[in-house]
């Protein structure tokens, strides 16, 4: 008497669950500080009036059909340099950024954020904090809140041999954001690393339902719209002195752009925080199931 004898299927291979850390994504300039960085450190030093400066800025690349970015970064070196005795050094921005002010809360923000994660997530979620910003790296990188950041990504200038800043060597508008929430996403945080290759949803470190990204304004729609519809969340924050970019959030919001907009107060006791922790409690929640998910079918392998 024959039997029907089948091969036993192959089971995959056990595997490490490692998709347990969040990513905070912030913009910079009206997210986390009021004005833009220029306003507090560049111009100044210049010695030229924000307002018009950037009249000058729009000015040109209106009638230039330019990028308004690279008008400005071109714009400060000629001006810093109109003077043939003054060369601006990478030291000299970051030093610059002494000046810089904050919304409420923001230097303590990170330490709460940190330890609330490790509280609500027993110790087994991590939470790594990003700047996508148009602004600029050599002065972000001067901030006295850099020590939180994993990572920051923001325009840059090239130095020459003697150190000093020549021309833009990179530039970040609102669309080209979407590229690093892509190397957050896919561990790839190098410049260098290509992120075209595929990479399958279950190999990609920081998956979006893990990235919260927090912004200002109309400049984040992209990488607020590419977060939420890659399963992520976005937060649109605004100045409470200032009416119309709460109208821009309410726009934001009523566009489903963002799941909430808050005051962009940073306290523990704010608004904002109580937002971003409830979002937090969901992606801990989304974590813990992924990770049972894993030991169960290597339990099962």
């Known amino acids: ?3 029907d004898i089948r091969p036993t299927p192959l089971r995959a ?3 490490k669950f490692f998709q347990d850390t969040i990513a905070i994504v912030y913009d910079f300039d009206g997210t986390l500080s009021p004005q833009p960085m ?3 450190t560049v111009l100044p030093k210049i010695g030229i009036e924000p307002e018009a400066f950037w009249k000058q800025v729009h000015k040109e690349a209106s009638e230039t059909d330019s990028d308004p970015m690279l008008v400005y970064m071109r714009l400060m070196l000629e001006k810093l340099y109109k003077n043939d005795d003054v060369k601006i050094t990478r030291e000299d921005f970051a030093a610059m950024a002494e000046k810089i002010q904050y919304f409420p809360g923001v230097e303590t923000w990170f330490p709460h954020i940190n330890a609330y994660v490790e509280k609500r997530g027993l110790g087994k979620v991590k ?3 990003y700047i996508i910003s148009a602004g600029q790296k050599e002065i972000l990188e001067g901030v006295s809140i850099r020590k939180y950041f994993k990572q920051i990504y923001a325009s840059e200038y090239h130095f020459n041999q003697y150190g000093i800043a020549t021309f833009p060597k990179l530039l970040i508008t609102d669309t080209s954001k979407t590229q690093f929430l892509f ?6 945080e190098a410049l260098a690393e290509s992120i075209n290759d ?6 990609r470190p920081i998956p979006f339902s893990n990235i919260i990204y927090i912004g200002d304004g109309m400049t984040d729609v992209p990488s607020m ?6 399963g992520g969340h976005a937060i649109a924050v605004f100045n409470s002195k200032i009416a119309r970019t ?3 959030c309410v726009r934001l919001l009523d566009a489903g752009r963002v799941d909430f907009i808050a005051p962009a107060d940073y306290r523990e006791s704010s608004k904002l925080a109580a937002r971003v922790q409830l979002l937090l409690d969901s992606v801990i929640a989304g974590v813990a199931y992924a990770a049972e998910v894993s030991a169960c079918k290597n339990e099962n392998a």
């Open 13 to 15: 291979p056990k595997q």
């Open 183 to 188: 190397r957050i996403n896919k561990g790839k």
């Open 198 to 203: 595929h990479m399958p949803e279950s190999e």
């Open 127 to 129: 939470v790594q904090h």
């Open 38 to 40: 220029q306003e507090y």
């Open 246 to 248: 709460k109208e821009t």
């Open 225 to 230: 719209a590419l977060t939420k519809k890659s």
């Open 1 to 3: 008497m024959n039997k």
